[in-house]
């Protein structure tokens, strides 16, 4: 497994931009899909958008395509999320998690972090 700090959240107006970093410990970081998960008040986890180990795979929620990218620097062990277009529904704790292998499957993202605020305010 992986432990994994999200960073970056915070307070933007409708329209603004904000990025999201995850720090990701281990030496397996490449090995693992790389997800985003948001829980907004009264509402349960979604999934946002994810990448494969090796970047060249992407999966976006349709509420955020066009708006959000994904991307992951094996290197530095962090995957980022770029939120453009921020609307006040994109407010949420965003998650940052990982998934050992190539996959897609919900279940297999084991290993979550603490989460980061985003608000977006009207």
């Known amino acids: 497994q992986v432990q994994l700090v999200e960073s970056g959240g915070g307070l933007v107006q409708a329209g603004g931009s904000l990025r999201l970093s995850c720090a990701a410990s281990?030496?397996?970081?490449?090995?693992?899909?790389m997800g985003w998960f948001r829980q907004a008040p009264g509402k349960e986890r979604e999934f946002v958008a994810g990448?494969?180990?090796?970047?060249?795979?992407?999966l976006y929620a349709d509420s955020v395509k066009g708006r959000f990218t994904i991307s992951r620097d094996n290197a530095r062990n962090t995957v980022y999320l770029q939120m453009n277009s921020l609307k006040p529904e994109d407010t949420a704790v965003y998650y940052c998690?990982?998934?050992?292998?190539?996959?897609?499957?919900?279940?297999?993202?084991?290993?979550w972090g603490q989460g980061t605020q985003v608000t977006v305010s009207s």
């Open positions: 281990g030496r397996t970081f490449s090995s693992y899909t």
């Open positions: 998690a990982a998934a050992y292998g190539n996959t897609w499957s919900l279940a297999d993202f084991g290993s």
């Open positions: 990448i494969i180990w090796t970047g060249d795979s992407t």
